[in-house]
């Protein structure tokens, strides 16, 4: 459990990180709370010359609203999330998911920027992301760029970041209206990443008919995904029972399930749609 | 002895140091010009070595030497394995592969750099120049056939033995039911929190080895290496510093704890060697691994008139130290808490391309009481009888006590009947039952499984040890008056600092501070056997309480010549030694520190003042002993006393667990509602000590009924490498346990303790999984093999 | 580990076949593949950078074609050995032409070894199908072209190899 050698970079300024990793495209690494990377670097399945560290960098770590945008820093860690009082009121999908992740250990330390760009297929961020239709931020050597959350995901362990990119900024819409969210996961036993985890957001009119609906998916395949399927069965209807079980029925359709020790693709599947139907209706039940 | 420590919830005098972080394990012992090993292991499981290239890696900055199997070939002995069975096969086992390779983690080179780092790097640039050859994995097809992984034995099997006692196939025969079932007890990983670690140190002009070793046996694994490395015993110091847990993984001589003293002595420089976790994962121990088929036949009123249970023990590449035994433990247990009057028990032990398996947490027993008690259900649910109905019916009566069983053991005491009425009390039992069929009305499934389990602790008398089942004890009271034990128990993580020093001093009537347990330092300690098999209170513990009555016996007589008295009419109270007169006429003595810390000048401490005193404290006589001015004629000065205690039987805890679990149709998630533990480890010196075990025991039992399982692919590549995979049971998946005990004291030891660092595995498992086996009884469901996962149960709710 | 699976190539199964069997544009096809020498016949020597993501590992080793029946079937038997550990897989390939569509049915076995084994349990599953779908991206714009034809530029799947942007670029300037 001892990493090959490399190179510690920490730089000031995200533009001096940018700088590096322009320079070093091939060899050098982000490292953005470390709890992916880290171990396998000591793995040595990931062999970095290069470590460019963000941690040193200032203004990479905040929560904050400027008009109907929650701002959110790359550096943010998951406890920082998971404790935002703010959040709570205005987007308690995003504290509720940091809840969920790993450990205590592993939320003081491990930030939403690190964890989107690692892209883990199993990871909770994602499927939050995704329902919230969030928006990412990359900085590059020519510029900024915007990627929305839906195009960010490209396929396992990879994103739509390009070598010389760095996620700055997560941007989500504030929810209006009357808003119910919720997250639920199934956990691994060993791992605690999700064997599924689903994240729902919507918002419902005062007669109960749903009027928007985010569902986001990970875990399930090789990336996290839109159940547009999903959202398109809920839109417009009233949240009943039966609507929610339609609904939800529909979450692995088209999904290229993945199988391991812990669950077979078609018991995954059967997660998903079980744990879409949950969060489908502890969303409904929040939205008043 | 005055019980004022005994029995008491006492906190453990070891928790500070580890709670702060100030322990010494191995790794934090440093030595000047410390050179580090690291291994290249095998990425086959079975393939020829044609060639090793060590070219490359040497060139690397600061790697010193790089060591293959030819290097050692004649230099090393080979690692012991001590089980010695009939017609026993067994493999030359060298510390680093020669030929071949037989398992995924097998070392093959060794590595010594002046750092870590750089032995690390040197790993990947050992060129092994493997032919792979096709793999074994599963026992019972090794039992069968296939690859011949040692070519000279010509098969796989390692050894066949029948035991048992009574006619099994007349008891079949007479039954009138026959029940069969195939069980699993899958491969778990011991995974101690600190993992193998190895300091070696070589003064070449003394010609001393010292060896730091993480490991159960530092006696035993003194005389091993010695033998392997060829060294004289009595030049070769074992010290076992801080040990992070072992559950029998550390009870074991392994390649890498003899080659590292044999590299300390090439290169006369210190080497260390920490286990990473994937090597603990590859190449540390396996539990358990056992393939069994199950015959059981009852009457109709649920007697039990013989069980027979064919097992295909997965043994691994090679034998460790008690590879082989570990099985002839599960026959003997096979009897289970019941009259069994016809027992058979017929083990194959197979070779397959996978790391041995060998003593894990309860070692045998838990697959036996598995199978005894699973079968219990099987006869319950075929008869309609309630599972605890069923046990009772076959339980001795608590008069019949020894209780000889068909596997040719001699129960000592026990009471199954009280461990099961209390708990049922505890639970509810019939309560429970009623809520169990409401809920079931109303779609709920839940299930409650009983498990009435025996051990066997306190291994062993030395006839049915491989290397002695005693156990020794020096205490010794300083000229200052403190209390120094020295248990050649090595104790990891079990408290026996706390619980010996609260039997010596209630013993001795000292302050229990003033006792200080002291193990683990072969240069220090008496040869001991160690700590494992849930024997070192009952045969250490009783080796600590008899050293200290033959220590009173010459203390007595000091005392009655300190007071002018005669041996006869002193007598000891409280740590004090007073003539019965004085003592009948009330009289009392200031009771004061021997020598009062910083008060007593360099080289002249006080003699005891005892003109005209009624009574002596012990520690005065100590310090008397130790100036030898006033001693009786003919006595040797000193006050200590060497005690080696052989135990003539084995000792037999017992108790109830039940558990209470619900599952969950739509996901088949299992939610525990209850646990209960009424556990019977004899008398308890510490309960705060015994509840500590249960809890982790049966923590343990969550891991395997639920979670736990050492998995190998067809190719025989280790895919639970990592704690990301390898499913250990966290908090957050444990219920509140709800212990209790009852108290059947052993008539084996004077302390009439039983022993209790397995129960929890042993008791715990069955109960889960009978839990859950009786949930999905609607959907006729017999028997699940561990671990019960999920995805399993929502196959069998999902498809009725 | 078995893999399966079928893929579709808008392309005529003549041509699918000469570019599976073209050492130059298998090179240009297998993720991370850095070099693929020929050694004999229908041998090659192969250097393959692999991985998804952070988890990178290099591996040495060879191709070998089999059993080729052109162009309907051949066999593929591939080793491998880096420092992560060794990758042996063999696979065959069967090409049906319908409509001047190929579809090819591949049906394999993947051993693999080492720490990728021991510690990827949960990911290699994803990761064989993400690799044969970015052989079958690049084969695909391979056999749209015609042969002796200038090289497609493999910009359109570039997000999709992103993990092997240093390989990318080489292969793209040279």
């Known amino acids: 459990m001892i990493s090959a050698e490399f190179e510690y970079f920490a730089p000031k300024t995200l533009e001096e990180a940018v700088a590096l990793l322009d320079q070093h495209p091939d060899d050098a690494k982000v490292l953005a709370g470390g709890h992916s990377l880290i171990p396998a670097m000591k793995l040595r399945l990931a062999q970095p010359q290069l470590l460019i560290d963000l941690g040193k960098i200032k203004g990479l770590s905040y929560i904050r609203e400027e008009q109907n945008q929650i701002l959110i820093g790359a550096m943010t860690t998951h406890y920082e999330l998971e404790s935002s009082v703010a959040l709570k009121q205005t987007c308690p999908l995003l504290p509720e998911c940091a809840s969920h992740i790993g450990d205590v250990q592993v939320r003081n330390k491990g930030t939403i920027g690190g964890s989107l760009a690692h892209a883990d297929p199993a990871g909770d961020w994602p499927a939050a992301i995704i329902a919230l239709r969030a928006d990412l931020v990359a900085s590059g050597s020519a510029g900024e760029k915007v990627i929305a959350a839906d195009d960010f995901f490209v396929d396992l362990l990879t994103t739509a970041l390009f070598p010389g990119e760095i996620l700055r900024e997560i941007r989500v819409k504030k929810p209006a209206g009357r808003v119910g969210q919720s997250y639920q996961k199934a956990p691994h036993p060993a791992s605690g990443f999700a064997v599924v985890g689903v994240a729902v957001t919507l918002t419902v009119s005062s007669d109960g008919t749903c009027e928007s609906a985010g569902v986001g998916i990970t875990g399930l395949s090789s990336k996290a995904f839109r159940a547009a399927t999903v959202e398109g069965a809920l839109v417009g209807k009233t949240l009943n029972e039966q609507v929610i079980a339609d609904a939800a029925a529909l979450a692995a359709d088209g999904s290229d399930a993945n199988s391991d020790l812990y669950a077979s693709g078609e018991y995954r599947s059967h997660l998903a749609r079980v744990y879409t139907k949950r969060a489908i209706a502890t969303a409904a039940s929040r939205a008043v | 002895m005055a019980n004022k420590y005994v029995g008491q919830r006492i906190k453990r005098t070891e928790d500070p140091r580890l709670i702060k972080g100030l322990a010494h394990y191995v790794d934090d012992i440093k030595l000047p010009d410390t050179l580090h090993v690291t291994f290249v292991r095998s990425v086959y499981a079975h393939a020829r070595i044609n060639g090793v290239d060590t070219s490359e890696a040497l060139k690397i900055p600061g790697v010193v030497a790089v060591y293959t199997g030819k290097d050692i070939a004649d230099k090393l002995g080979p690692v012991p394995c001590a089980s010695a069975l009939p017609d026993l096969k067994v493999p030359d086992h060298r510390a680093l592969a020669n030929d071949k390779v037989y398992f995924v983690g097998h070392p093959v080179a060794a590595i010594v750099a002046t750092d870590r780092y750089a032995a690390r790097d040197a790993v990947d640039l050992v060129m092994v120049d493997y032919e792979d050859l096709p793999a074994i994995i599963d026992v019972e097809e090794a039992a069968q056939g296939g690859p011949v992984i040692h070519e000279a034995f010509g098969d796989n099997i390692a050894y066949k033995l029948t035991a048992g006692e009574g006619d099994i196939d007349a008891a079949l025969a007479s039954a009138d039911h026959v029940l069969s079932q195939r069980m699993v007890h899958q491969r778990l990983a011991p995974i101690a929190m600190e993992p193998r670690g190895v300091l070696a140190r070589y003064f070449p002009g003394e010609e001393e080895l010292t060896v730091w070793s993480s490991t159960q046996i530092p006696h035993l694994l003194r005389t091993q290496l010695a033998l392997m490395i060829g060294i004289p015993e009595n030049k070769l110091r074992v010290i076992t510093p801080e040990v992070g847990g072992g559950f029998g993984s550390k009870l074991n001589v392994y390649g890498e704890e003899a080659l590292l003293g044999w590299i300390a002595i090439q290169l006369g420089k210190p080497v260390k060697w920490i286990e990473t976790r994937r090597e603990n994962m590859q190449a540390t121990i396996h539990g358990r691994g056992q393939v069994g088929y199950i015959e059981i036949g009852c009457k109709n009123d649920g007697t039990i008139t013989g069980l027979r249970y064919n097992v295909f023990a997965d043994l691994g590449a090679y034998h460790q130290l008690l590879t082989p035994a570990i099985p002839t433990l599960t026959g003997l247990m096979l009897s289970g808490a019941y009259r069994i009057p016809a027992i058979q028990i017929n083990v194959t032990g197979c070779f397959t391309n996978k790391m041995a398996t060998d003593a894990y947490r309860g070692a045998g027993r838990p697959e036996a009481t598995y199978v005894v008690e699973r079968a219990m259900d099987l006869v319950a649910a075929e008869l309609g009888i309630d599972p605890a109905e069923v046990r009772l019916r076959n339980f001795p009566a608590a008069d019949e006590f020894p209780f000889h069983t068909a596997t040719g053991l001699d129960y000592d005491s026990g009471n199954y009947q009280a461990a099961l009425a209390k708990a049922k009390e505890i639970i509810d039992y019939p309560a429970l039952r009623a809520e169990q069929q409401k809920g079931r009305s109303e779609g709920r499934l839940i299930g409650i499984g009983v498990s009435t389990y025996v051990e066997i602790c306190a291994l062993g008398p030395s006839q049915a040890m491989p290397a002695g089942g005693w156990e020794s004890a020096t205490v010794r009271i300083e000229p200052t008056g403190k209390v120094t034990v020295m248990t050649g128990a090595s104790p990891h993580g079990q408290g026996q600092e706390t619980s010996f020093a609260q039997i010596a001093a209630d013993e001795l009537g000292v302050d229990l501070n003033d006792v200080t347990v002291i193990h683990g330092d072969t240069s220090i300690v008496q040869y001991g056997i160690g700590t494992f098999g849930s024997r070192a209170t009952a045969v250490g513990g009783t080796a600590v309480l008899i050293a200290i009555q033959k220590l009173k016996e010459k203390a007595s007589k000091i005392a009655a010549h300190l007071l002018q008295s005669d041996a006869s009419k002193v007598a000891f109270e409280e740590g004090r030694y007073s003539i019965h007169a004085a003592k009948a006429a009330g009289a009392t003595e200031a009771s004061e520190p021997v020598v009062p810390v910083g008060e007593a000048p360099a080289g002249a401490i006080p003699e005891p003042q005892t003109e005209g005193r009624t009574s002596v404290t012990i520690q005065e006589v100590a310090l008397a002993a130790h100036l030898a001015k006033e001693l009786p004629p003919d006595t040797e000065p000193g006050l200590s006393a060497t005690y080696f205690f052989e135990p003539k039987n084995f000792t037999f805890p017992f108790g109830t667990h039940i558990a209470v679990v619900e599952v969950e149709r739509e996901t088949g998630d299992i939610k525990f509602l209850r646990y209960v533990a009424v556990d019977d480890c004899g008398k308890v010196i510490n309960p705060l000590l015994v509840d500590g075990q249960i809890h982790g025991g049966i923590v343990q039992s969550i891991g395997q009924a639920l979670f736990e399982e050492v998995v190998y692919d067809e190719q025989g590549q280790l895919i639970t490498g990592t704690l990301m995979d390898y499913a250990l049971p966290k908090a957050s998946q444990v219920p509140l346990m709800e212990l209790d005990r009852t108290e059947t004291p052993s008539p084996v030891n004077p302390l009439g303790v039983k022993g209790v660092g397995e129960a929890g595995t042993i008791g715990a498992t069955p109960a889960i999984v009978g839990a859950i086996v009786d949930a999905l009884a609607p959907f006729g469901v017999k028997h699940l093999d561990m671990p019960v996962k999920p995805e399993a149960i929502w196959r069998i709710v999902n498809q009725a | ?174």
């Open chain 3, 1 to 174: 580990m078995k893999i399966e699976g079928t893929y579709q190539l808008h392309a005529p199964r003549e041509r699918v076949y000469e570019c599976l069997t073209d050492p130059e544009v298998l090179q240009r096809c297998i993720p991370g593949c850095g070099q693929l020498e020929k050694t004999g016949d229908d041998t090659y020597a192969a250097t393959i950078k692999a991985g998804v993501g952070t988890i990178k590992g290099l591996f040495k080793g060879s191709v070998k074609l089999e059993n080729m029946r052109p162009p309907e079937h051949y066999r593929i038997v591939v080793e491998g050995k880096g420092a992560p550990g060794f990758l042996k897989g063999s696979g065959d390939l069967d090409l049906e032409e319908q409509g001047g569509l190929t579809t090819i049915k591949y049906a394999g076995d993947v051993q693999v070894g080492g720490t990728i084994a021991g510690v990827g349990q949960r990911m290699i599953q994803a990761t064989s199908k993400m690799m044969a779908t970015q052989f079958f991206t690049a084969l695909e714009a391979e056999a749209k072209t015609a042969a002796g034809d200038s090289p497609p530029e493999h910009g359109f799947f570039r997000t999709a190899l992103r993990w092997f942007s240093g390989w990318l670029k080489r292969i793209l300037n040279s």
